[in-house]
């Protein structure tokens, strides 16, 4: 007996989330080269600036590696400020350079006529019965992956495992 792949939740969302990754999109590419990394970075520094690479890995959930080699990217191209913290000498405030911020916006118009074509095929009643699900799904994601984590020798976690049990720590504090 085989296992239908097409039946397991998470390998169909990781599927639709290869097809919407902004880097495939051909309008967003003749916009910039920039990798689908980089445009989640530069996506929710613009949104929320000025923040922290900690506070970009807790919204996205990507690893904080990630993050760093993202924001290494973008500081390169010269859309990145990264600016010191008054009293806190390990953690750098993020903002969009004119560049960046420039990009932002004509990645936000793009963003924004996605979102309308959504919602002219699914109806918005549906996007936002879409967006509920989608909540509910990282929050019990976020639930399993920790308590997993925690179930384990904490002291030897990988430090991904570590980041996990972080957020969630945080993010129960808000449910």
Known sequence: MSYDLNQHL????????????????????????????ELRVLL??????????????????LDSYTISRGVKTLLKEGYLIKESIAGNKKEKQLSLTEEGNALHEQLI?????????????????????????????????????????????????PADQKEIIRWYKKESNNF
């Not at 902004?22 to 990394?37: F, H, K, M, V």
């Open 44 to 61: 929710n520094i613009g949104c929320y600036q000025p923040i922290s690479a900690a506070q970009v890995a807790a919204q996205t959930k």
């Open 109 to 157: 118009d793009r963003l924004e006529n996605r979102d309308h074509e959504f919602k002219e095929k699914l109806g918005a009643k549906s996007i936002e019965e879409i967006n509920q699900t989608l909540l509910k799904l990282e929050l019990h994601a976020l639930t399993l992956l920790a308590e997993h984590a925690l179930q384990q020798d904490t002291a030897n976690l």
């Open 10 to 37: 998470p390998y169909r969302i990781a599927v639709v989330s290869n097809l919407l990754q902004l880097a495939r999109d051909i309008e967003i590419r003749s916009l910039t080269s920039l990798g689908s990394r």
